[in-house]
DNA sequence: ATTCGTGCAAATGCTTTGCAGCCGT
DNA sequence: ACGGCTGCAAAGCATTTGCACGAAT
């Protein structure tokens, strides 16, 4: 049975606290404040249990390399900004039925991952 | 300048002769049957290459955490079995200069990814 | 001749894992 | 007490990179 860990709450509370799809590192900084002997092992272990068990998700691999995570499971798009590498919520996304129809498939999960330049850095 | 190179060439080739979103390492298989030599980091160099000329795109990580390439560069979205990790084409995609309203961004790539149970795996 | 591309192998770096001890039940 | 969870460090593994040689212009 799985049981009830402060770093596995803490892990899940910080991935719902924000809305940057930090890496499992940007995780593992912010809650080494509160957890001096947190360990990044123990986030990356987490963070893929919580994927599992489908209250969190992988939103995928910034331009840095790493991934991303997202506390956040309504269906919605990504927009990842080449310049600066943020990573922005955008609410349009697929449909789903449609598709499942036209591949005769069974989908669990959707995902879309724009890639261009935010408008904080077209600004600039 | 960029010089013409057969390995270059022909994986170009390859990745526009196969509608299966191949891993670096499949290409590598591949054409090593024509070019004995061939090492795989010329792959993974020549990928970069293309992808930044952008004639062929990335297209995600695949379940087994390996990147897929492709070589038909139209907006299409990808579906991911999750049982036997092929990866098949969606026309579906999302509307891209809406979305660029949206953000007031400006949007150089899309890609949806779906993942879930392929019309073969359920068959099954 | 020059400069880019290749092959090989070593390095990189994110992520995963083994293990001994700890904590929740 | 049991079994999952943690911290630590070592291992894994896809991808990248340095270097000397080969090939294209």
């Given at each position: 049975?799985q049981?009830?860990s ?29 957890f ?41 798009a990504?927009?990842f ?20 129809k ?5 989908i ?6 724009l ?10």
């Open positions: 049975m049981r009830f402060k770093q596995r709450e803490a892990i899940l509370g910080n991935l719902r606290s924000r809305y940057d799809h930090p890496t499992a590192e940007m995780v593992y900084m912010d809650l080494k404040q509160s001096p002997n947190l360990s990044l092992g123990t986030v990356y272990r987490n963070l893929a249990v919580l994927c599992e068990s489908g209250v969190i998700l992988k939103v995928g691999v910034s331009l840095d390399g790493k991934e991303r995570y997202d506390g956040h499971i309504q269906p919605h990504h927009f900004c080449e310049r600066c590498g943020a990573v922005y919520d955008v609410t349009e996304h697929l449909d789903v039925s449609k598709i499942e036209e591949l005769g498939a069974e669990h999960y959707a995902s879309n991952t890639r261009g330049i935010c408008r904080e850095c077209l600004d600039k």
